[in-house]
């Protein structure tokens, strides 16, 4: 049962507007979230995290917002550039545990 | 070499060969992981080494092997696998404390996309 889902394959976005990439988690024990970006032929580079005594962290473009009654996480980039064009995973973890969930991803298209 | 490297990017291999997949990272961290990436499926955890002892075995049918020989490297034996264990296979490091818990990130590797016909 996959316990961190995001339910959009694919996003398009044209510059200079804002991308919001979403994933929900069905596990309340989870108490870290992650977002990594994956260009083709690389693997997965971490993005930005967040962990559940937050509900909002900033990083430049990249903004990540945890709503945790929801079980739900957005990353929101602004503003959205070409080289944003990728694939975007979330993954989440518990504190206790070294062992992270991850998404089917979305791969977000950034149109010029 | 920097980060985490993996060996070979691409591997052909029919169900009756035996071959390896090698990983390895340069960032002193002291736990090594394994993943399986299928086409438009989520990064599917296979392995984990904490302190070159395996914590996490995921389920994952004897015909993958891992090898932690030092926290530095991890090594992937593939032996009669199947056409629907083609994927993309990930290695990825992190540094852990001794508990065995962390919050640090996880660092990937390019992968091994593997085919076996």
């Known amino acids: 049962d996959q316990q961190v889902k995001q339910n959009s394959p694919s996003l398009s976005v044209q510059e200079g507007r804002i991308s919001i990439l979403n994933c929900d988690y069905t596990?309340?024990?989870?108490?870290?979230f992650l977002w990594y970006k994956k260009y083709p032929a690389e693997g997965p580079t971490f993005l930005i995290s967040?962990?559940?005594?937050?509900d909002k962290n900033e990083d430049g473009r990249f903004t990540v917002f945890l709503n945790k009654s929801a079980k739900h996480l957005s990353l929101h980039i602004v503003p959205s550039q070409p080289g944003d064009s990728a694939v975007y995973f979330c993954?989440?973890?518990?504190?206790?545990?070294?062992?992270?969930?991850f998404g089917s991803g979305t791969k977000l298209n950034v149109k010029p | 070499e920097t980060g985490v490297t993996q060996t070979p990017r691409h591997l052909v291999m029919g169900m009756t060969n035996k071959k390896s997949l090698k990983c390895e990272q340069h960032?002193?961290?002291?736990?090594m992981y394994w993943y399986k990436q299928s086409a438009k499926k989520p990064l599917e955890l296979m392995f984990v080494?904490?302190?070159?002892?395996?914590?996490e075995n995921n389920s994952v049918p004897s015909r993958f092997s891992p090898e932690c020989p030092n926290s530095s490297h991890l090594f992937l034996h593939l032996h009669t696998l199947q056409p629907e264990d083609s994927a993309l296979y990930l290695c990825?490091?992190?540094?852990?404390?001794?508990?065995?818990?962390?919050?640090?990130?996880?660092?990937f590797g390019p992968g091994t996309r593997l085919t076996v016909l």
């Open positions: 990825a490091s992190s540094q852990v404390v001794p508990s065995g818990h962390s919050y640090n990130e996880q660092f």
């Open positions: 993954a989440a973890s518990q504190y206790n545990f070294n062992k992270f969930y």
């Open positions: 080494y904490n302190f070159k002892e395996q914590t």
């Open positions: 596990n309340s024990m989870f108490d870290y």
């Open positions: 960032l002193g961290h002291n736990a």
């Open positions: 967040i962990s559940s005594i937050k």
